[in-house]
């Protein structure tokens, strides 16, 4: 079996390749060749058996996808994409990525696939950005899309092409709407969200952290385990049950703030929860408040798709992914 | 006030120039300039005092758009699409138009608004064939966009390119889903929905017609006079209330073929009801089925947007604007 990921050099990019590798097959199929492919060319992984070529490229020039496609890929993962805050900032580098680029990428499976019938699985990474307020307590899976980012705008337009291209026996498609990543590994970011993973990773290494919001705010988080093990799962099944509506919301942990500390503080005592400093900032809190707390994921759940069993699972699964363990 | 419309020679597109000749105002306030765009040049109207100005562009070409945008329009109607079926047949001509048209009108305006501000009113026409099956019976206004077609997965990313560009500030956007319209006025035609309107149309002129479902078959409709009426409701009101969400599923009659059937016999008697023949065409049944039947449109309802009140009157509104009051 060919896996290209088109996005591989990611935080997610880079454990979906360790996956495959450490797995040595998708679905019961041996993976033969590994197609690596990031604007900045990822490293070639430690340990695989196969073939392995990696590559910089950015799909929305003239030719990249096409040269993706060439080798024709059984499975292609794209996960490529100007984040959130980015795609704020800069809207025409947003939109030529995260829009663009999965067009041109579509299109380049669809040229192929007039000229022999190439028909790949593709899982597309998009994000519960696609929904916005006002919403219910618990989204249902036929909730509307209604984005307030041109990052959440991008990934909905996205979900549609997949569905049409898909619809239309160009792709063998299905979009993973990932939850918030919680504990997502590296230093503090600027991002909004940033703070739902620093109160936690910060105190586990003994760094002070700063919480923005209220203790009371509730949001959708999965590991970053629990999201690549997402990606996996959507490569492996039958698509076919999930007829025409192949875009879904993966279930998650829904936590309070302070059911994560509490989470914290059973699993690294009270010292560790003493690092988080509340300061509160107007201007997260706003934004955070547009966001989802929780969702019925029941879809994804009757195909299969598992989240993290709670948010002490979440923490303990960062010890020992990211900490070798040790705390 | 300077109104461009682009789409203008379409049947809705020259039913809404007639109108706003006739009114000589939108929202109280005088139409001194026309812009009439469309792939085949439309026509001048009769009767206006004002400027008019009638080109012929295909707006998915380069530069096209910014020469729309050059003047200024205070409001864009942009009603220019490929058809459904077409787009169904064509599949790049329908990105193109559908996706590629409206995104460059769009861009245009973004370019135009970083140039001096400018931040026009758009009304863009989307369609009810952005929702398919399964649905519930009766759709509520936060349902999921499921389109089963492409071209319902274009005007479904046209809603959200205009809610992003309205929440960015470039254009002051709403988008209105319409329901079938019903009577069409003209030949039949080979659209799976044509016979909606055709086993009213002919019978009322004398004709046989052919009805290819069940007359228990249930769908959601509005006259044309009614689909022009929303798009001027929608450039005369204050878009601010509807906050994020721009794009509204317009209210309208929902009624089985047997009950238009019944509404003809009332208006035009046993002799035109005698003129349809039930011949069941499978295709046809399978596409209808997977189409909606009925909307709680509530949104547009308390924004003032008037249905037709009911069948009759949609055929009466056919006899005076279509048969000049002569049955």
């Given at each position: 079996m060919h896996i290209a990921i088109v996005?591989?050099?990611?935080m997610i990019g880079r454990k979906l390749t360790a996956r495959l590798v450490s797995d040595g097959q998708l679905a019961g199929r041996p993976v033969s060749r590994l197609s690596l492919v990031d604007v900045i060319e990822p490293a070639v992984p430690q340990g695989f058996g196969g073939r392995v070529d990696t590559s910089a490229a950015d799909i929305s020039s003239p030719g990249q996808a096409a040269r993706i496609v060439k080798p024709r890929p059984d499975v292609i993962f794209h996960l490529a994409a100007i984040v959130s805050g980015e795609a704020e900032l800069d809207f025409e580098k947003g939109y030529g990525i995260n829009l663009d680029g999965t067009r041109l990428l579509f299109e380049a499976i669809r040229l192929a696939h007039l000229e022999d019938g190439y028909r790949p699985c593709v899982v597309f990474t998009s994000s519960i950005a696609v929904f916005g307020s006002p919403f219910p307590e618990v989204i249902p899976d036929d909730f509307n899309l209604t984005p307030l980012t041109s990052y959440g705008t991008q990934k909905a337009m996205g979900e549609l092409l997949l569905a049409d291209y898909t619809r239309r026996g160009f792709i063998d498609g299905i979009g993973i709407r990932l939850p918030?990543?919680?504990?997502?590994?590296?230093k503090p970011n600027k991002?909004?969200?940033g703070f739902f993973s620093g109160i936690l990773r910060e105190p586990l290494a003994g760094q002070p952290a700063i919480l923005p919001v209220p203790d009371t705010v509730r949001h959708w988080h999965a590991s970053p385990r629990s999201a690549v093990g997402f990606l996996i799962h959507a490569a492996g099944i039958?698509?076919?049950?999930l007829g025409s509506r192949r875009n879904l919301t993966m279930p998650g942990v829904s936590a309070t703030v302070a059911e994560q500390i509490e989470a914290l503080r059973r699993i690294a005592g009270d010292d560790a929860v003493r690092l988080i400093r509340h300061e509160p900032d107007q201007l997260v809190m706003n934004i955070v408040a547009?966001?989802?707390?929780?969702?019925?994921?029941r879809r994804a759940k009757e195909l299969g798709f598992v989240a993290d069993a709670s948010f002490d699972d979440i923490i303990r699964t960062h010890i020992e992914d990211e900490m070798e363990g040790n705390l």
């Open positions: 996005g591989a050099a990611g918030t990543i919680c504990i997502r590994p590296g991002a909004a969200s039958d698509l076919e049950p547009g966001w989802p707390q929780a969702f019925d994921a």
